[in-house]
């Protein structure tokens, strides 16, 4: 990799500097290779961006509308004109394939796009009143938004909290996951800077968990953006309520893909295998439990594992490889840990469960029972355990029974009976026909029950989450009242 202009450096102070903390070495996942060295944020770097980011905002949300939209589409036409920026770094640094790449980047590219859009949304109502004055319920921006992002999709899980954000006249405090600062923050701000956003408005600071305690406990940011774990939003939302901040928690996921006794089984094995399979697996939406018929329960098995077992997995460098590295060992520990003990459970293992330094085949788990872990917990990898059902009325059961809310899909030769069924799975999102990993600029997204909590990303749905919703009244006289 060639030198840039942030190596060694965090993004601060209207440009890139050195941080407090020295320097990060960023690995690829795949060779185990530095391939950049960051800088590394300190408590104290976040205390001065906060306050820089404080002042800033206050004048980028005084500017007229048209002023952040042309910031916002001049980030996306850059984009969109060089997407390597972004896919060169995605390869390497989080192991992703170059088709996952290419849709990630065109992913931010719209929502650069949309935030332009989003700056010229209407904010607000006219309300009726019982008094003779105007009434308007408005958005304002928050003020500081602070946003934590993951490593498995780092360049949209950023830009779909720092675009709205700074689209709606906010300032941010990005803190990218360390495993991955340069697709997942450095970048963004680089084009963004190229873009004409205004210096102090965007602070990217890679860092460790001190880093993002200190964000979520910081008093001047009134509203924190997470996106990760379950786990570790809970941490977050004990760590953020008493402070009673604005809090959107993005978290995690056991998706089910329930197959309908009428679907076509090679189309919904394909379906099933990108579901579970796309980027190692690892991804909040990932295709987590098969529910499939019993009468088609072994066809399905076979073709879902015949489809296994072609896919190629290596250097994602390689554009012939599919399938790239999972992010570390501790992870892929975690994988074949669950894979293992989900056998010992009962479980066939009928494709994969091998691995090859972080290298781990996609893996298809059949006959998977209901108190196997890999039936109940999300695995973060690209392992695809089906189970079998008898019922419709059970299938909803089973989908339902998970503590996750997320995403869930329907394949089925009845598109509207389908319809019909999404009235009673609880989930933040269901795609009929189609698998449970989906993201749009445009749409609203974000889940219930353990997968999320606080609001939602896409399109209005924004206004809400990086808002406040002020009431306005106005009046041609001073009221008078009885004393």
Not at 131 to 142: A, D, L, N, Q, W
Not at 210 to 216: F, Q
Request: aromatic letters at 6%.
């Amino acid at each position: 990799m060639s030198t840039t202009i942030w190596e060694e450096k965090i993004y601060t102070s209207g440009g890139f500097v050195a941080g407090e903390g020295g320097t990060l070495d960023v690995l690829a996942p795949a060779t185990g290779e530095v391939i950049a060295t960051v800088g590394q944020a300190t408590t104290a770097d976040l205390d001065t961006a906060v306050a820089e980011a404080t002042k800033a905002q206050v004048a980028w949300a005084a500017l007229p509308y048209t002023e952040r939209a042309a910031v916002m589409a001049k980030a996306s036409a850059i984009l969109k004109a060089a997407p390597e920026r972004l896919t060169d770094w995605l390869i390497p640094e989080s192991g992703s394939g170059a088709g996952k790449a290419a849709f990630e980047a065109g992913l931010v590219v719209s929502e650069f796009a949309e935030g332009a859009g989003l700056a010229a949304q209407p904010y607000g109502q006219l309300l009726r009143s019982m008094k003779p004055r105007t009434s308007i319920g408005r958005y304002v921006p928050v003020g500081v938004v602070g946003v934590i992002s993951p490593f498995n999709f780092p360049s949209i899980l950023s830009a779909r909290s720092i675009v709205p954000a700074l689209a709606l006249g906010n300032a941010v405090i990005l803190k990218p996951d360390p495993r991955t600062p340069v697709a997942g923050g450095l970048t963004l701000a680089e084009i963004l800077a190229e873009a004409g956003l205004p210096d102090g408005l965007l602070h990217v600071l890679p860092g460790g968990a001190d880093v993002g305690a200190a964000l979520v406990a910081h008093p001047d940011v009134p509203c924190i953006s997470f996106t990760g774990s379950t786990a570790a939003g809970r941490k977050i939302g004990e760590a953020a309520a008493p402070l009673l901040k604005k809090l959107h928690l993005e978290l995690g996921g056991n998706n089910a893909l329930l197959v309908m006794p009428d679907a076509d089984v090679d189309a919904a094995a394909s379906a099933g295998a990108w579901g579970s399979f796309l980027h190692q697996g690892q991804i909040c939406m990932t295709t987590g439990r098969h529910l499939v018929h019993r009468s088609m329960a072994e066809e399905y098995t076979a073709k879902l594992s015949e489809i296994a077992n072609r896919i190629t997995v290596g250097d994602p460098t390689d554009p012939t490889n599919a399938l790239g590295p999972i992010i570390d060992a501790g992870q892929l520990s975690k994988i074949d840990g669950i894979v293992r003990d989900s056998v010992a459970a009962g479980a066939t293992l009928s494709a994969g469960g091998t691995y090859e330094n972080l290298f781990y085949r996609p893996t298809v788990l059949s006959n998977v029972p209901h108190d196997a872990p890999a039936f109940s917990q999300e695995i973060f990898g690209p392992v695809a355990p089906i189970t079998t059902y008898d019922t419709v009325d059970e299938a909803i059961d089973i989908i339902n029974s998970s503590e996750y809310g997320l995403s869930v899909s329907v394949l089925t030769g009845n598109p509207y009976g389908a319809f019909e069924l999404a009235d009673r799975i609880k989930s933040g999102a269901v795609h009929i026909n189609d698998q449970t990993v989906d993201d749009e600029a445009v749409a609203p997204f974000g889940g219930t029950k353990a997968s999320g909590t606080g609001g939602h990303f896409g399109g209005s749905a924004n206004l809400s989450t990086f808002c406040d919703l002020q009431w306005v009244t106005i009046q041609s006289d001073i009221a008078r009242y009885p004393f």
